[in-house]
């Protein structure tokens, strides 16, 4: 996690619970995510749940069963992405894994993904670049969803982990660079490739720290004034004075990455 990450949660309570019993659940989880959301002595935590099945419009806590039956019935292919990170992360979790285990044909498919799959990924990943990248900002300043930057590299190795896991096991994990590192090692991407992706994605998450702590608020932009990525520079360990190295090295990488992400993602 960076300073400014969320959290991405779904919930899961028991097959057989009652109306009522899901109510408090639901009632619980509310209370969590206002109470962890607030400022405090440590930073605040969002809670985001509009990964669950049918998005803000699905209940936010459901059974086992409710999740097995949705991701048999109903899911669509970004819902495998999306669970290749998932993972127990509180309360019961035997009971957290049990949904990922009923799961784990849909986020590994057998044979990996259709070339329609493949292609509704791509076109997803296109439309999220075109409309979240606010208006007026260099593209290739944007440390998320710019060329070569955080979503580049994640997503080029998830497309590979839904394409190859199933047959892989040692694919079967939640971090992109350990999945990297395993894509390498079983040479479906080459070791100058993974090292260009590894390097970029350390680069852009560093940077996204700095700016953080510089500016005080999250940010996904490498600053163009001049006084703001000099501090940046320095938090980043440059030398004074050296805040343009920063920013040349940094395109450099990332524009090494995009060019691997071409490759591995788009073609």
């Known amino acids: 996690m960076s300073y400014s990450s969320d959290a991405d949660c779904m919930f899961v309570v028991p097959d057989g619970a009652e109306a009522e019993r899901l109510s408090q659940a639901t009632a619980l989880v509310r209370r969590a995510s206002e109470i962890v959301g607030k400022p405090g002595p440590d930073p605040a935590l969002v809670i985001d749940t509009d990964l669950r099945p049918e998005g803000k419009g699905g209940p936010q806590v459901r059974t086992v069963a409710s999740y097995g039956a949705y991701y048999t019935k109903w899911a669509s292919t970004w819902e495998a992405q999306a669970l290749l990170r998932g993972r127990p992360g509180a309360g019961d979790l035997g009971l957290a894994q049990a949904v990922l285990d009923d799961a784990a044909w849909f986020r590994y498919p057998e044979g990996g993904l259709s070339a329609a799959q493949a292609t509704e990924i791509r076109k997803l990943k296109a439309r999220m670049e075109t409309e979240r990248i606010p208006r007026g900002i260099d593209r290739a300043r944007h440390l998320k969803l ?101 920013d040349d090295e940094t395109r450099r990488l990332l524009r090494w990455a995009h060019e691997v992400v071409e490759d591995l993602f788009w073609r």
């Not at 395993?182 to 560093?206: F, K, P």
């Not at 700016?211 to 980043?236: F, H, I, K, Q």
């Open 146 to 246: 710019g060329p070569g930057g955080l979503s580049d590299v994640e997503w080029s190795v998830q497309l590979l982990q839904l394409r190859h896991a199933a047959a892989f096991p040692e694919l079967r994990t939640t971090s992109t660079l350990e999945a990297l590192h395993e894509l390498a090692n079983l040479g479906i991407v080459r070791e100058d490739q993974a090292t260009r992706l590894e390097q970029a994605w350390r680069r852009a998450s560093m940077l996204r720290d700095a700016v953080m702590l510089v500016r005080g608020r999250a940010s996904d932009t490498v600053p163009s004034d001049a006084r703001e990525l000099a501090a940046v520079a320095v938090v980043l360990g440059y030398p004074t004075r050296e805040a343009s190295r920063l």
